[in-house]
Structures are given as structure tokens and as C-alpha cells.
């Protein structure tokens, strides 16, 4: 079996029998095609041809090309899960992967905002533009549930229950969870799907809460490139992304003394230890503070 041919399996064998998102089986092809094309340089053809010193050579190349460990270490699981799919169907006896370790990952926090910031932002409606207006709701949402960007632009009509004052989320994984969503969310919510939506609509329909000018729903991209005007309009200078929102939701509920399983829940996080790291971001704003207002910090 070529490597080529290892990888479309793979790929098929990710879209059709496992939970992954489109997005992550496309991230894990990618990857997968990197090795590909390192094996090629190497004059490596065959799946059973590839050695463990081919996959370090692989990461080397990555790490060459400017690739974070981060970066590296996700490219190292998505090759070491086509081996091992590739070692249960019996096209190859020996995993080269087995015995690598991941590349070391210093624990990065997330970039967080301010309340301030995010009050800027979601007061910074201007002119009564439908879009605008649209940008603020979404924005407000974010901060209110701390959903994953793929999340906000594919919800539709059928997963709200404002009545009860909740959302479904279909996550990673397909994983369904309910998140609620606070009073102002809840309203913005309500005044754009009263009066916003339908103009931008007309006499289309959509199933998707958040449309475009076209009737259609937004997609990630346009979302990213929405929000810098929203933050562009609020004088936020701060560099940011639909993630920083999350974060904030997150950071701030941590600050004001929630749960963390409580916002584990909310996060749709699998593992307690990714929400932890927003105990660690709390403890970082409480020591700059410190540093800044205590005479003799």
C-alpha cells in the first residue's frame, strides 16, 4: 500500500466510523499529507517501507518549517492514529510511531479581555445597521455561553429554547451539551431574531440563527473578520479572535468564583485539566495587580 492510498483510508475511515468533526478529520489529512510528501523526499513509498527515524525526520522538517510544539505534537498524533488504523486492518505489522515521545509543550495561557473590553465592544453599536446589530447579538452570545466559533455560525432555529433560557450545542465530538444563556444575551438574542433577522433575510429562509446578506449562514472566516470591526469600532486594540471571546467567558466566570466543573460543563472541555488552565490565567491578572497597586510588590 502506497502512502498516498494509507492516508485517503484513513481519511475515510475517520469521516465514516468515528465522532470527529469535518474539521478535524480535514486538519488530521493535512497532516498526514505533510508526511506523505517528507516520505516522498526520502524515497519512502510504501507504508511498510517507513521506519521510526522517517517520522522524527518528519517532525524535524515541521519544526524547520516554523511549526510550534503545539503544532507538532497534534501533526504527531494525527500520524501516529493512521499507523495504528493502519496496524488493526493488517496492512502493516510494526507501528514506526509507537515508542516517539510528543514534543515538549510549554503550557500556554489564552489571551483573555478585559470586562471593560468586552462592554466596549457589545456598547459599540453606532449606526442602526442590520449587520452590525447581527455582529453585536453573536458577539454577545460568545461571551455569554463561551461557544466554540464552529458552534455559533452553525446554530440553527431548533437548538434555542430562550423560553427556558437555554441553548443545545452539538460540540466536538458530537458531543450535545446545554448551556445557559443570561438575561442581556437572552434579550440581544430575542431583539435580533424579532427585528434584525428578518430584514436581513427578507423573504428567504434559513434554518441558521446568524444569516448573511446572501441568506446563508456565516462561516468562520467572516465571523473573525466581523468581530475586528466590532472591536475596531470600540477602540479595542487588543489582538484578538472568535477564541478570545471563549476565553473571557471562561477567565471571567473563574474570577468571579464558578465552578470549574460548572464551566467545564459549559466548555464542553472532556478532560477537567484544559479547564484548569483558567485558574492558572486568574492567578496571573491577580499577581499583576498585585505589582501594579501594592506599594511594596
Same mark, same amino acid.
Given at each position: 500500500?502506497?502512502?498516498? &492510498? ?8 475517520? !469521516?465514516? &466510523? ?27 513509498g510504501r507504508v511498510d517501507a517507513v ?19 503545539? $503544532?507538532?505534537?497534534?501533526?504527531? $498524533? ?38 471593560? $473590553? ?21 458577539? %454577545? ?9 464552529? %458552534? ?14 437555554f441553548l443545545t450545542v452539538v460540540g ?21 431574531? %424579532? ?38 469600532? !470600540? ?37 477537567? $485539566? ?24
Amino acid at each position: 500500500m502506497t502512502i498516498d &492510498e494509507a492516508v485517503d483510508a484513513f481519511a475515510v475511515h475517520l !469521516a465514516a &466510523e468515528t465522532r470527529l468533526s469535518p474539521n478535524t478529520v480535514a486538519a488530521y489529512r493535512r497532516d498526514c499529507t505533510e508526511l506523505a510528501r517528507c516520505l516522498e523526499r526520502r524515497s519512502v513509498g510504501r507504508v511498510d517501507a517507513v521506519r521510526p527515524g522517517d517520522i522524527v525526520a518528519f517532525l524535524a522538517e515541521a519544526k524547520q518549517r516554523g511549526l510550534s510544539a503545539r $503544532s507538532r505534537a497534534r501533526a504527531l $498524533s494525527a500520524v501516529r492514529g493512521m499507523f495504528r488504523f493502519l496496524v488493526r486492518d493488517r496492512r502493516i505489522e510494526a507501528d514506526p510511531t509507537a515508542d516517539l515521545k510528543r514534543p515538549r509543550q510549554g503550557r500556554k495561557l489564552p489571551r483573555s479581555l478585559s470586562r471593560e $473590553s468586552v462592554s466596549s465592544m457589545l456598547d459599540s453599536k453606532g449606526e442602526p445597521d442590520p449587520l452590525v446589530l447581527r455582529d453585536i447579538a453573536m458577539v %454577545e452570545l460568545v461571551y455569554a455561553t463561551g461557544l466554540r466559533v464552529s %458552534e455559533l455560525v452553525t446554530l440553527e432555529l431548533s437548538q434555542l429554547n430562550l423560553e427556558a433560557g437555554f441553548l443545545t450545542v452539538v460540540g466536538k465530538g458530537r458531543k450535545e451539551r446545554a448551556v445557559p444563556i443570561g438575561r442581556q444575551a437572552r434579550q440581544a438574542l430575542l431583539d435580533y431574531l %424579532e427585528q434584525v433577522r428578518p430584514l436581513i433575510l427578507g423573504k428567504r429562509l434559513s434554518p441558521h440563527v446568524f444569516v448573511t446578506r446572501r441568506g446563508g449562514k456565516m462561516t468562520r472566516q467572516s465571523f473573525w473578520q466581523r468581530l475586528r470591526k466590532v472591536a475596531d469600532r !470600540a477602540e479595542v486594540r487588543q489582538r484578538l479572535s472568535p477564541h478570545t471571546l471563549r476565553h473571557a467567558f471562561a477567565t471571567h466566570l473563574v474570577e468571579g468564583g464558578a465552578d470549574l466543573r460548572a464551566i467545564q460543563m459549559m466548555l464542553g472541555h472532556s478532560d477537567i $485539566s484544559t479547564t484548569e488552565v483558567y485558574t492558572h490565567v486568574a492567578r496571573e491578572r491577580l499577581r499583576e495587580v498585585h505589582k501594579k497597586y501594592h506599594p511594596r510588590a
